[in-house]
């Protein structure tokens, strides 16, 4: 574990375990790199080198009143890697980490990267638009901004025991554990951070950077994702990447690093080692 200096001052916590052929694990909103521990744990185990950091305002790092936003994220991810001077690094990134990951490759290129993950991932553009009509009204990021002012710990729990782990759908049966844990992880982060990020992982527009992705991607999508639905998302993205591959989870939700932790892994396995 560490901490690496951005260009602003903001102190970027990391964690790097295991040796071997670099990885690098973007979360999701409002979450930290904790919520990677069941494959990050399984891939060092398998002899990867992997490293997980928290996105500044989130976290362990830096509640920094300025730079929530999309570009000084991927400029903090890239600060990262140049630090520990990785190469041959595969970047994977989940939910809004799956933009951080996009906007990386679409400011710095790929020099230092050698494959890209998706997982449930933001690109390439939630929000609904003229250009964009599928996607996501505006009135649904308002909700979740109005609950973040409103009472976010209540937000958070309602998001972990509703839409984000699928609770809300017949039959379902998420462990309290899982849903504490996003909680706790979610209140770690800044009130500031977490609000404004509301507006970079739904408003960003990820479709040129998608455009630049010059590496082997695999994009991952649950298609029953309440969060980042997969035509939004996974489908979308896989049609703008150059010849990515898509795998599809039948039924999955958004958290399929939680929920389906063993078949993530055991997937990203396969496309490291292909």
Same mark, same amino acid.
Request: net charge negative; hydrophobic share 40%; proline share 5%.
């Given at each position: ?6 260009? *602003?001052?903001?102190? =970027?916590?990391?964690? +790097? ?16 790199? $904790?919520?990677?521990?069941? !494959? ?10 992997? =490293? ?18 999309? $570009? ?12 520990? *001077? ?11 980490? &799956? ?42 990021? +308002?909700? =979740? ?15 972990? *025991? ?22 706790? !992880?979610?209140?770690?982060? &800044? ?13 960003? $527009? ?7 992705? $010059? ?5 991952? #999508? ?35 690093? +939680?929920? #389906?932790?063993? !078949?993530?892994?055991? *997937? ?7």
């Amino acid at each position: 574990m560490g901490y690496v200096t951005t260009a *602003d001052g903001a102190q =970027i916590f990391y964690k +790097d375990w295991g040796s071997g052929r670099p990885v690098v694990l973007s979360h999701g909103w409002p979450l930290n790199s $904790d919520s990677w521990e069941a !494959q990050a744990l399984m891939l060092a185990e398998h002899g990867f080198r992997v =490293i997980a950091h928290d996105r500044r305002g989130h976290g362990r790092s830096t509640q920094t009143w300025h730079g929530n936003d999309m $570009d000084t994220y991927a400029d903090d991810l890239a600060t990262l890697i140049e630090h520990l *001077d990785l190469h041959d690094a595969t970047l994977v990134g989940f939910s809004t980490g &799956g933009g951080e990951v996009a906007r990386y490759i679409g400011r710095h290129g790929t020099a230092r990267v050698a494959q890209a993950v998706l997982v449930a991932a933001v690109p390439p553009l939630m929000l609904r638009t003229p250009d964009n009509p599928g996607g996501v009204p505006i009135e649904v990021f +308002d909700g =979740i901004r109005a609950g973040s002012l409103a009472d976010r710990s209540q937000l958070y729990k309602d998001l972990a *025991d509703g839409p984000f782990f699928g609770h809300n759908r017949p039959g379902a049966n998420v462990a309290q554990g899982i849903r504490d844990a996003f909680w706790l !992880q979610s209140m770690q982060a &800044g009130h500031r951070n977490a609000y404004e990020c509301i507006a970079a992982f739904s408003a960003t $527009d990820f479709r040129d950077d998608l455009a630049t992705f $010059d590496v082997p991607t695999l994009v991952i #999508h649950g298609d029953d994702d309440q969060v980042v639905p997969f035509e939004v998302g996974g489908n979308a993205s896989a049609a703008l990447i150059k010849d990515a591959e898509l795998i599809v989870y039948p039924g999955a939700p958004h958290g399929i690093t +939680d929920t #389906h932790k063993t !078949q993530l892994a055991t *997937d990203l396995l396969t496309f490291l080692n292909a």
